[in-house]
């Protein structure tokens, strides 16, 4: 492997550093092998990290290939983000708006850079719509896997159900904070019924409810990340892209655009917003957006 690659540590889906979802972004990633990029991603043991390769089409920005500690991604929402702030930022002429396509796993990835309340804003199209997968699990024991009872899971008509768009999510809706506050998983019960999203690890948990902290927020959302040990993430994007097919399912939001602000991270101390569009058309979903701000908050060289 060889030394000097710069990388830097962005604080994601946040103005505020060391809130929101951390991300370590390796530049000049090129010459790395999937090995080599799976040990910097352990080596740095965030949720993900970033690595930033030369496209496969010059009209592109780059290629980006996005590991967690143990396995790649297809897609992920908050390194999308902060590799678009974090390319923008190091753009020539410090032309720091601007529209261009990231190539990931999962396919060419628009983004767009804008300038909104005095920082640097990424929003990307949600590259794959979000469809819903069978759950044949019982709500009542998805819930006990949580640490929540019946009473507490479910409000209006939200049900329990299972959405990916590139990345699976079983998305539970609880009746308020308190419940949402509650949630503790319990990875054996889990394992049981949860789909498996690779070889290595199975679906993750997407807990979500209508009340909120901040009254600026549509909905309040936590996710957790089953293994042994499990884990939460503080803000997480394909979780949003995934949670726009339960808006539409269970909302039915009329023809048109509609925006919502969604807070996570809050019960962990980093919290995060996260801007979910989405557009309908004919009663369908025509297509979605996240968006979020990234600020920096360490940089430096891999010597290994």
Request: with cysteine; aromatic share 8%; charged share 20%.
């Amino acid at each position: 492997m060889r030394a000097g690659r710069k990388y830097f540590i962005y604080d994601v889906f946040t103005q505020r550093p060391l809130d929101g979802n951390p991300l370590a972004v390796v530049i000049d990633s090129e010459g790395l092998d999937t090995a080599a990029m799976q040990a910097i991603a352990r080596e740095f043991n965030l949720s993900e990290t970033a690595f930033v390769l030369p496209p496969k089409n010059p009209t592109h920005k780059a290629c980006v290939r996005i590991f967690t500690p143990d396995y790649e991604m297809p897609f992920a929402g908050h390194p999308t983000v902060g590799t678009a702030i974090a390319l923008s930022e190091m753009a020539e002429g410090n032309d720091l708006a601007g529209i261009f396509v990231l190539e990931e796993n999962i396919g060419l990835v628009r983004c767009a850079i804008d300038k909104l309340n005095n920082g640097l804003f990424a929003e990307f199209d949600v590259p794959q719509l979000p469809e819903q997968l069978p759950l044949s699990a019982d709500p009542e024991a998805i819930g006990a896997a949580l640490g929540l009872g019946p009473h507490e899971i479910g409000f209006e008509n939200h049900r329990v159900s299972l959405w990916s768009a590139g990345v699976p999510y079983i998305a539970v809706p609880v009746a308020d904070l308190k419940a949402a506050a509650k949630v503790k998983l319990n990875n054996d019960a889990w394992v049981e019924f949860s789909p498996r999203k690779s070889e290595f690890a199975v679906a993750s948990a997407y807990v979500y409810g209508r009340e909120t902290v901040d009254h600026t927020s549509s909905f309040h959302a936590r996710m957790i990340v089953p293994g042994n040990p499990s884990y939460e993430d503080p803000a997480t994007g394909s979780a949003a892209a995934a949670f726009a097919g339960a808006i539409m399912r269970f909302d039915q939001p009329t023809d048109g655009s509609h925006r919502f602000w969604i807070e996570q991270g809050i019960e962990m101390g980093r919290p995060s917003r996260i801007r979910l569009e989405i557009d309908v058309a004919g009663g369908k979903l025509a297509a979605a957006r996240i968006g979020g701000h990234a600020v920096r908050v360490a940089e430096g060289v891999l010597l290994a």
